[in-house]
Structures are given as structure tokens and as C-alpha cells.
């Protein structure tokens, strides 16, 4: 197992848009930073144009079952360097989030997250959100689409994530909380907003709280899931 570089876990379901501007940020960083990357594609649309997409990429791709806690795990099965980064495909990276990951890691951190920015839009709702979510990750829980990362030896004794398609990072992130340092970075990923103003702002904020609430109150997330499909707005 080699510590110098970072295994990059991108879950992908019928989203080779953002996948492909992704994987061209995380080739272009690696050679800036010249930190070696390992990046792995677990696709649960088992999609050819992602399969292309990966190739002309050097990028690791394997199918899956549509269940984003099983995704990740597999491709943390996969990973070859010490330091694993989970990042959902329609991520925007910034110039400084590979060294940010990796100088948090070098500096001593189990793992940790980045602050919540929005990377497409400048709105009110955006900002609030933001500050909200700022607010919550001190309480709570940061999720997956706030870049978690944590060495590859925590994040096994953390248990890994959780094999559910929702909420799978919550136990997780309190096993590498118990483990040491879980670092928040403040700069370096965006997170696109499409889903949010697809769905409208105040919509979706009120349903993933719903969805939260019902979790802690241990409904199944496999429940939750088949709820959350079905409130889901269609894509356009």
C-alpha cells in the first residue's frame, strides 16, 4: 500500500456530464500538484459512455448495484493509496483541494470534509443554505457531497461506509471523529446547484430535513430511499 498519493472514489449514476468535467479537473490538479492519483469510477448504470469516459481518463472503472454506500465501499476495496477522497461526480474542485487533502493528512487528521459553497450560482437561497449547513456540519453530520476523506486505515476501522443508499456516511464520519482529528477545509470544492434549483431551494431543504429527522428516529434507510425516489423531481 502506498502512502504518496490519494485514491479518488467517484460514485456515478447517469451523470457522465459532470462526470467527465470532474475527471478532467482531478487529471489537470494531479499535474500541478504532482500528487500521483488513483481514480476510481463504481458505476451503477453500468453505462458504456462511462466506461469511455474512464478509459480516455486513466481512470479505474467498475459496475455496480445502484446503492451509493455499497459503490463507495467497492471502490475503497480498490484503492491502492493510503489517503482515500470520496467525491460525487458533479463535484467542482478548486486549484487547492488536492493539497488541501493532502496537507491535512500529512499534518495528522484521521480525514475530514469541505465547507459547503455552491460553485454555479451566487443567489441568496445559495448563501443561506451555505451558512445553514455551516451550522449543522458543527452539530451534525457533513455528507458525501462535501468531499470526504480519510486514511485508508481509519476509514476501515471506522467501518467504512455504511452499505445503504442513504445516510451512509453518518456512521462513518463519528468513527473517524472518535479516531483523532476530522479536519474542515474552508476552500478548494464547489458543489453544483442544478438539483437544488431543479427542485426548488426551500423544497429540497425541507425534505432532506424530513429525511434526516426520520433517520434519527431509525427508520430504515432503505425506506427513506424508496421515499426520497419518489419525491425526487424527473430530470429535464
Not at 472518535?178 to 426551500?202: A, K, M, P, T
Request: glycine fraction near 8%; include cysteine; hydrophobic fraction near 40%.
Amino acid at each position: 500500500m502506498s502512502s504518496a498519493g490519494i485514491s479518488v472514489i467517484i460514485p456515478c449514476l447517469h451523470d457522465e456530464d459532470r462526470l467527465e468535467r470532474l475527471l478532467l479537473q482531478l487529471r489537470l490538479t494531479e499535474s500541478e500538484t504532482e500528487i500521483p492519483l488513483q481514480i476510481v469510477v463504481v458505476d451503477a448504470a453500468v453505462s458504456e459512455r462511462c466506461q469511455a469516459l474512464c478509459r480516455s481518463n486513466d481512470a479505474l472503472w467498475s459496475s455496480a448495484t445502484p446503492s451509493r454506500g455499497e459503490q463507495l465501499r467497492q471502490g475503497a476495496a480498490l484503492s491502492v493509496y493510503e489517503t482515500l477522497w470520496f467525491l460525487h461526480a458533479d463535484a467542482d474542485l478548486g486549484r487547492q483541494a488536492l493539497m488541501a487533502v493532502s496537507e491535512a493528512i500529512e499534518e495528522g487528521a484521521t480525514g475530514g470534509y469541505f465547507t459547503l459553497r455552491f460553485s454555479d450560482t451566487n443567489c441568496w437561497q445559495g448563501r443561506l443554505i451555505e451558512r445553514l449547513v455551516a451550522w449543522r456540519n458543527r452539530v451534525g453530520v457533513p455528507y458525501g457531497d462535501q468531499g470526504i476523506f480519510a486514511r485508508r486505515t481509519a476509514y476501515f476501522a471506522a467501518g467504512q461506509h455504511a452499505p445503504w443508499p442513504l445516510f451512509e456516511e453518518v456512521p462513518l464520519v463519528k468513527g473517524l471523529r472518535q479516531q483523532g482529528i476530522f479536519q474542515r477545509l474552508e476552500h478548494g470544492l464547489g458543489v453544483s446547484s442544478r438539483r437544488w434549483q431543479r427542485d426548488g431551494w426551500w423544497r429540497r431543504a425541507g425534505r432532506n430535513r424530513l429525511l434526516a429527522i426520520a433517520f434519527m428516529l431509525k427508520l430504515s434507510p432503505f425506506t427513506l430511499a424508496r421515499l426520497y425516489a419518489r419525491k425526487t423531481v424527473p430530470k429535464r
